[in-house]
């Protein structure tokens, strides 16, 4: 199988730096691909309108949820939410296994924080999300990088290392429309990887930021759905930051109670309650109506054919284009030069 190794990044973001030298010179025309924000158009329209109502209709709950509560967020929110999800995934979901954060960036940092320990190593995909690296060192955590490759992971190498080392405690991936390679791990290395981390002890954190921004039907489920719930190793952590808008900062956990719990012991949950309890409220009316499913369909139809166009237009530059089938990410061989240059 071949490594993703050496190959330029192009995502709505950015990782080619010639293309920010261009937007320094003025050529107002380079896009800027340095974040992965979304584009200010996404987060207008009706999108502030449903959310005004949706915020009116939580705020009758408002004795409830101005005050200190259930460290796995509210009741009323993960039940919403769970409907939601269920829909989405085609799968069910029980509220218990949720756990309401603040974004993915939180839920990872939490997983880790409440799982794992100084000098334990955290494995990541080589490349990743250029943030990710921080859940871990922030823990005093040993980091190592396995292979990514077409299909995901190099699991004959993360076998290799847990065996040399006996110290891997987590491995963090994001299993689908990854960052940044676009990559969706196989059906067959997802049955892998959760067989290696119960044969050698570790748990797996899966981003799955990007897990409903399909621009095909996908029947790609969450990486929770391969676990055992009689021996749980994985920590499924969705976000609302690519459905809705990254400043609403709500996410969530899914995983069995056994690795859930742990997580509400952490210092600024067990001290204050969940993080999220007024503000998820404000979107429970949105799911509830069927109006964020709405807007899930748009934005997935709206992003397919901007990342259709771009590949499109890479095409012409005869750039070679690994096209992802969902979220933010296009993988692109070439020299970083030649793609700033073109007429995008
Ligand atoms: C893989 C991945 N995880 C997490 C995040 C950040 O998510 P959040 O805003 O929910 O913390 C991003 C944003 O680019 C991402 O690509």
Not at 184 to 190: F, I, L, Q, V
Not at 225 to 242: N, Q, W
Not at 272 to 294: E, I, P, R, W, Y
Request: net charge positive; hydrophobic share 40%; with cysteine.
């Amino acid at each position: 199988m071949r490594a993703l190794r050496g190959l330029h990044l192009l995502r709505s973001g950015g990782g080619v730096p010639e293309l920010r030298g261009a937007a320094r010179r003025g050529m107002a025309q380079v896009p800027d691909f340095a974040r992965g924000w979304p584009h200010p158009s996404l987060l207008g329209g009706q999108l502030p309108k449903m959310l005004a109502e949706s915020f009116q209709q939580g705020l009758p709950y408002a004795e409830e949820t101005l005050n200190y509560g259930s460290p796995y967020g509210h009741p009323k929110f993960l039940e919403s939410l769970a409907g939601f999800l269920s829909q989405q995934y085609g799968a069910p979901v029980a509220p218990e296994t949720l756990l309401a954060t603040s974004g993915a960036s939180m839920g990872a940092d939490l997983c880790i924080r409440a799982h794992a320990k100084a000098g334990d190593i955290c494995v990541f995909e080589e490349p990743t999300y250029y943030h990710a690296h921080s859940f871990a060192r922030d823990q005093g955590m040993e980091l190592k990088g396995v292979l990514m490759q077409e299909d995901g992971l190099d699991l004959k190498e993360l076998e290799e290392l847990c065996v040399s080392t006996g110290r891997v405690r987590v491995v963090y991936t994001i299993p689908i429309h990854q960052n940044p390679t676009g990559v969706t791990t196989s059906e067959a290395k997802r049955q892998g990887l959760v067989a290696l981390a119960r044969r050698h002890g570790f748990l797996v954190v899966a981003d799955e930021a990007y897990q409903m921004l399909n621009f095909e039907p996908s029947q790609v489920k969450p990486l929770f759905y391969h676990d055992d719930p009689a021996e749980p190793r994985v920590l499924s952590i969705g976000t609302f930051s690519k459905l809705i808008g990254p400043g609403l900062k709500v996410g969530w956990v899914q995983a069995h109670r056994q690795l859930l719990q742990p997580l509400t012991k952490v210092g600024y949950f067990a001290s204050g309650g969940n993080t999220v309890t007024f503000s998820s409220m404000a979107l429970k009316h949105f799911m509830d109506s069927g109006q964020l499913s709405q807007h899930l369909a748009f934005l997935c139809s709206e992003l397919g054919a901007r990342c259709r166009l771009l590949c499109t237009r890479l095409r012409e530059l005869r750039v070679e284009v690994q096209e992802p089938k969902g979220g933010y990410f296009v993988w692109v061989k070439g020299d970083g030069t030649r793609i700033g240059r073109g007429p995008l």
